[in-house]
């Protein structure tokens, strides 16, 4: 129980995050954002160090890293994939993938379900399509690059989930810290080469390091929960984050929730419940 609260928190979070980074990232060049959103990120970890405790094994190190430059790969792969379009149909197949494989490691590696979770798992997969998938999801046909891009971003973000998992349980926040700074110096090294192309937008400097402080919440909410309990539920439950993202939108900027993402948000909140009497 306390691992699946763990992750709706963690869901909660990056839900949060994805809405404070959208929000950034129309104000000025996505890589601006992240110029801020990263080293907020890390600065949070870095200030949980004395609280939680790090230790720098070399599993640590090394699926530390993996992870970072997985999450690098993820927010390349996946922004390119929002420029391409159409979204409405990709992010259904990015969401569900980045749900199904760490599912799919998990169930390898000898997890187990009760009966009440062999219907929830399915069930919270249903509900992260729904939830993720816009207004006439499905109208319109994306290309194979498009698809192919859309299944690499959710691949990335799936490995970035699996390899937390798979750090050293008392290692404490060291892997994050070294992921996230990893990913913040590719991601920076990125932006260093492109900045003739970046703009000359200022970047929304409070909405973006809350975006990174949300981001770093919800991989140490992430991180616990998958320590307490099984990869498949918690990388599942995880993955309902644009849940956060279409409430945010409705309370926020009056966005209309669409009939589809209503039943998914149904769908969630019965798969939750059925997970957590598994």
Not at 46 to 51: A, D, E, G, S, V
Not at 76 to 85: D, F, I, K, N, P
Not at 92 to 121: H, M, N
Not at 171 to 200: D, N
């Amino acid at each position: 129980m306390i691992a699946l609260l763990l992750a709706l928190g963690s869901s909660l979070a990056y839900g949060c995050a994805d809405f404070l980074g959208g929000l950034g990232a129309r104000k000025a060049h996505v890589l601006r954002t992240v110029m801020i959103a990263a080293p907020a990120s890390l600065a949070v970890e870095l200030l949980l160090w004395p609280f939680l405790g790090a230790s720098f094994s070399a599993g640590a190190l090394g699926w530390g890293a993996a992870s970072g430059v997985a999450s690098a790969a993820a927010f390349a792969l996946l922004y390119r994939t929002l420029a391409v379009g159409p979204m409405n149909a990709l992010s259904p197949v990015t969401a569900l993938v980045s749900a199904a494989l760490p599912v799919g490691v998990g169930l390898l590696q000898g997890e187990r379900l009760a009966a009440v979770g062999l219907i929830g798992l399915p069930l919270a997969l249903v509900a992260v399509v729904l939830v993720s998938a816009g207004h006439g999801a499905g109208s319109a046909r994306p290309s194979r690059t498009a698809l192919l891009l859309a299944l690499g971003a959710g691949a990335a973000i799936a490995l970035q989930l699996v390899l937390l998992h798979q750090t050293p349980s008392d290692s404490g926040v060291a892997p994050l810290i070294i992921g996230r700074a990893v990913s913040s110096a590719v991601t920076l090294a990125a932006a260093g080469l492109m900045h003739r192309k970046l703009g000359p937008e200022r970047p929304a400097y409070a909405m973006s390091a809350a975006a990174g402080v949300l981001d770093s919440v919800a991989n140490l909410l992430f991180l616990l929960a998958a320590r307490g309990g099984d990869l498949a539920v918690v990388a599942v439950i995880t993955a309902l984050y644009p849940a956060g993202t279409v409430l945010l939108a409705r309370g926020v900027l009056a966005e209309r929730i669409h009939r589809g993402q209503l039943v998914g948000l149904g769908a969630a909140a019965v798969a939750v419940s059925l997970l957590a009497l598994s």
